[in-house]
Structures are given as structure tokens and as C-alpha cells.
């Protein structure tokens, strides 16, 4: 019989180590090969045609060399043995034959484990062959021998087979000091209506927020710590983001230091990653559907342009860089529209202070103050309280009718083809619409009187109103009270159309008051087709 040098391998592998940066794994053969300090790895006298050794051996006969690892292996010449030199695992290993101590290290390096694949004491290694075992892998030395025991006893007692026998630091991230918002600042796709279809065009892109409002939770940076892992090597720090950095606008509650609260009105934004409360929202795109219709109470700029159908809405300044398309606009205050407008009828834009446009096309427009044209006024329905001056490029005014309170001025008015172009100047819109109001008021007291007079002609007779308290008298006692009481109705709507004809007779005089001189000023021309006329008294007369 020859000498056969032979390694066991099993099918089944209940252990895999991870080495050193994990790169590499080593299917570790069957529990049989768990060897001691001091167990013989490699002395058999191995048959071939023996069905337990149906393996091809690595090594046949004494005179061929078999390669080890000198660290975890002792070869004793004189018997021709090889001996394990640590508690682990028997097998071969890149062609050594070597014995790996079963340790399992964690992705982040910072603990390492012993294996137990037993609980039987024979199989368990003493506390100096676990320190040995530290060195062959060159494991930092953080645990003493008595917090090894210490863990090494709790593993027994739950049968954990896992024992810690060394642990590093982690690493401390640094991070900046940052907020968590109190709102979703993402858009939404759009809006569910009443009837269950969706509105894409209230995407809710503006997150307003008003004086005071809490904006989000407040959290102190932090300049991280430096960690080390089982091997002693030193975890460099390693700085990430946790949130939005602090931006303008903003302070902490005095009360409550986590409380981040909003210095003014405005809108929040997180811009590369700092979150302001910016007084002016700046929309850098198209208004459209990838923004929806825009509401906000502060002032607004677009950069682009407004497309059909939607709407922006500004209760401070609103200026708008690209076309106004078919839209609805609303400032409170000036609103500067650079490129123009060129809108439907059926949409409306409103100014409750001076408006400035570099042309108006086929609009609805309503101006509280001033409205300057730079170049020309086609189709539209202007109002206007205060002037409309159209004269800086070719100032024409063509089609439409623009209603103005102190003066319109044009260099030119119509066209040769005679197109309707209506200028009327003198006209009090806020006036106007006061008196209107009232008018219709008075419309409705009035058709409420007639019906009630008909009521009063089918209950009783025509004859109640000529003299009610004669009549009165002469009913029986169980109709009086129901006749006093229509008659206090009929008093009182005398009541709601005496003093409602007051008011309208109040606000009517008012516009004699005014301390100039509407006038239309056409500089150069003013075709046929263009009736202009002065209205003096401040109220519209149509």
C-alpha cells in the first residue's frame, strides 16, 4: 500500500468564509474537518477503491510535495504528519493545504465573530486559542480576555454560535445642519374634481406659507467622528446630507429650538439643497402643464410664457416675460407683461394697479390705475380708471372699444378699411360698477314689490294699499294679524327701494365732482370708423 495524502470534502457546506475584504469566499468542507490546536490533518493510508474515498487524491505518495500555509499548519518531517496549528477548518486553499479559523466579519468591518459549529466542549476552543486565532488574522486586540469569556458564556447559554471576539468604532457621519419640511414639496400630478375627473392644471407647485408658519423640524449638524474597524484600520469620516440646509427667511421658535418658523409671507424652495421662504416666486419655465395654473399672494416673474388655458394669479407684482397667451391673469399690484398679449375674449386680464404691455391682442383687459402700450391695441376690450397711452412705437389703437376715466392717447385710431374702433374717455369703472350693482339691486326689490302686490290683489283686494288701516279695521280678527304682517313686508321693501334709488342718486352725483377734464388725444390720425366721445359726468351712460 502506498501512502495517500487525501482531504475530505462533503457535498453539503454549513460555513462560508468571507476573506479579509471579502472578495474571495471559501466553501469550507464538512464539519469532520474541524480541527483543534494540535488535531493531525493529513496521516491516512487511503485505498482508492474504497466507496468513503471515491475522491481523486491531491497528493500520491510520500516523494511529492504538498504545499501549506506554515501559520495555521505544522508539518512534522520525522512522522510524516501535518498538524493544525489553530482551532478551524481543514482544506485547500489556492493549492495549500491550510486551516481556516471560522470568523465572520460584518460588511462595515467592525465586528468579527467566532464560528461554533458545536456546542460540545471538545469542540469549543479556550480563551488562548481564540487570541491565537486573532493573531493569524491579524485581528485588532479590542476585547480583553475576560469580555471574550464574558461573550463566549452568553453564546453557550442562548446557543448563539456566533461569539464576538472583536469590535471596532463606527464611523460618526458629519452632516450639516439641515431641516426636515413640514410640507411635500413635490408637485402633484393634479387635482380630483366634484364630478371624479382630474385637473391637471392644479398641480399645487406653490407652497405658500405666511409670517410665523412652521416650516419644518430643525436639527443641529454635526462634525462626525472618525471610527476604526477589527483590524485597526482607521474609518475616515465620511460626510453626507441629511436634509435641507437653512436658508433666508427663516428662524428658530425661542421656545422651542427644533422649530423652524417663517420670517415673512412667502413661498418655500429648496434651491441646491437650501431651503429660503423667497418673497418673489420665479418660475423659470413656461406656464403650462408641467406647472399648472400659479396662485401666490407675494410678487411673481416668469421667465417664459403663459399658455392657453391657464391662469396665473399675483396679490403683488406680477411680470411675465414670454407671450400672454388665451389666459387669465390677476395682479393686485403692477403687472408687466414684456412680450404681449395675444389672448380670446373669453379670458380676462385684471389689474388692480398699472399694467404695461408691449401689445394687446383680441383681449379682455380691466386696469385700476394707468395702462401703457408700447406698440398697439388691436380687438380688445380695454377699461381703464385712470390713462391709456398708446405712443411709443406706432401707437395704434384698431377695433374694440377702450373705456378710459382720464385720458387715452394714441398716434393713431382705425384704419383706412373703416374698422369700429370705439374710444370713450371719462368713464369711472369702480363708479360704473357701483352704480350697476345697485341697479340690479334695485331691479330685484322692485320685481319683489310686484309680485307682492299681485299676492296682496289675490288675498285680499286692490283696494289693501289705499288705505291699509281701514282695511284692516274692517277684517275679522283671525285675518287682521296675517294682513299686518304684509303689510310690514310691503313696508319694508319701500324701505329697500327708497333707500337703494338714494344711493344710486348718491353715486351718480359723485362723478360731478372730479377735478379734471377727460379728453382723447389722437396725434397723427384718426380714420372713419372710430367713435369717440366724452362722457362728463364719470358714470357710464349706455
Avoid at 461569539?163 to 464611523?171: E, H, N, P, W, Y
Avoid at 414670454?322 to 408687466?336: C, H, K, T
Amino acid at each position: 500500500m502506498q501512502d495517500w495524502y487525501y482531504i475530505t470534502y462533503g457535498e453539503k457546506k454549513p460555513f462560508e468564509y468571507s476573506l479579509e475584504n471579502g472578495k474571495y469566499k471559501l466553501s469550507i468542507p464538512y464539519p469532520n474537518n474541524l480541527k483543534m490546536t494540535g488535531d493531525v490533518i493529513l496521516a491516512q493510508m487511503v485505498d482508492p477503491n474504497e466507496p468513503k474515498y471515491n475522491k481523486v487524491p491531491i497528493v500520491k505518495g510520500p516523494s511529492k510535495r504538498l504545499d501549506f500555509d506554515s501559520a495555521v499548519v505544522f508539518r512534522d518531517t520525522n512522522r510524516n504528519l501535518f498538524m493544525s496549528k489553530t482551532f478551524g477548518y481543514a482544506g485547500m486553499y489556492r493549492g495549500f493545504l491550510v486551516v481556516i479559523p471560522p470568523v465572520v466579519i460584518n460588511e462595515d468591518q467592525s465586528e468579527a465573530k467566532l464560528y461554533l459549529p458545536s456546542f460540545e466542549p471538545s469542540k469549543i476552543p479556550s480563551i488562548e486559542e481564540i487570541f491565537k486565532i486573532i493573531t493569524i488574522m491579524k485581528i485588532f486586540p479590542s476585547l480583553d480576555q475576560y469580555q471574550i469569556q464574558a461573550n463566549l458564556d452568553e453564546s453557550m447559554k442562548n446557543n448563539d454560535p456566533f461569539v464576538l471576539i472583536a469590535k471596532g468604532r463606527s464611523m460618526e457621519e458629519a452632516y450639516n445642519e439641515y431641516i426636515i419640511p413640514s410640507f411635500n414639496l413635490e408637485k402633484s400630478v393634479g387635482k380630483l374634481k366634484e364630478d371624479g375627473k382630474m385637473d391637471y392644471k392644479e398641480r399645487g407647485a406653490i407652497k405658500e406659507v405666511f409670517e410665523g408658519d412652521v416650516v419644518g423640524e430643525y436639527f443641529k449638524g454635526s462634525q462626525g467622528k472618525e471610527g476604526f474597524n477589527v483590524f485597526g484600520q482607521r474609518i475616515s469620516i465620511r460626510h453626507v446630507t441629511k436634509g435641507a440646509e437653512p436658508g433666508k427667511s427663516l428662524y428658530l421658535d425661542s421656545e422651542n429650538n427644533q422649530m423652524m418658523r417663517s420670517l415673512i409671507n412667502g413661498f418655500l424652495e429648496i434651491n441646491h439643497n437650501v431651503l429660503n421662504v423667497n418673497e418673489t416666486l420665479v418660475i423659470t419655465s413656461d406656464v403650462g402643464y408641467e406647472t399648472g395654473n400659479i396662485e401666490f399672494s407675494g410678487n411673481i416673474e416668469i421667465k417664459g410664457k403663459v399658455c392657453d388655458g391657464f391662469s396665473v394669479t399675483s396679490f403683488g407684482k406680477l411680470t411675465i416675460h414670454g407671450i400672454v397667451e388665451a389666459a387669465n391673469l390677476f395682479s393686485r399690484q403692477d403687472m408687466l407683461l414684456i412680450s404681449g398679449v395675444l389672448s380670446k375674449p373669453e379670458y380676462k386680464i385684471e389689474c388692480l394697479s398699472n399694467l404695461q404691455a408691449r401689445y394687446i391682442q383680441n383681449a379682455n383687459v380691466i386696469v385700476k390705475k394707468n395702462l401703457i402700450v408700447d406698440d398697439f391695441i388691436y380687438d380688445s376690450n380695454v377699461r381703464c380708471n385712470g390713462n391709456v397711452t398708446v405712443t411709443k412705437k406706432s401707437g395704434i389703437i384698431l377695433g374694440g372699444k377702450i373705456t378710459a376715466l382720464r385720458r387715452i392717447e394714441a398716434n393713431v385710431a382705425g384704419n383706412k378699411a373703416g374698422i369700429l374702433t370705439e374710444l370713450v374717455c371719462g368713464v369711472d369703472q369702480e363708479l360704473d360698477e357701483k352704480i350697476n350693482i345697485k341697479r340690479k339691486e334695485l331691479l330685484r326689490y322692485q320685481e319683489a314689490q310686484n309680485m307682492l302686490n299681485e299676492k296682496i290683489k289675490t288675498s285680499f283686494s286692490a283696494n289693501f294699499l289705499r288705505n291699509p288701516a281701514n282695511f284692516i279695521n274692517s277684517l275679522p280678527e283671525d285675518k287682521k294679524k296675517n294682513a299686518i304682517m304684509v303689510l310690514e313686508k310691503v313696508k319694508s321693501i319701500n324701505n329697500l327701494i327708497s333707500n337703494t334709488q338714494a344711493a344710486i342718486d348718491k353715486l351718480e352725483k359723485s362723478g360731478d365732482l372730479y377735478d379734471f377734464t377727460p379728453e382723447i388725444i389722437i396725434y397723427q390720425k384718426k380714420y372713419e370708423g372710430v367713435k369717440d366721445r366724452i362722457v362728463l359726468s364719470g358714470k357710464s351712460d349706455n
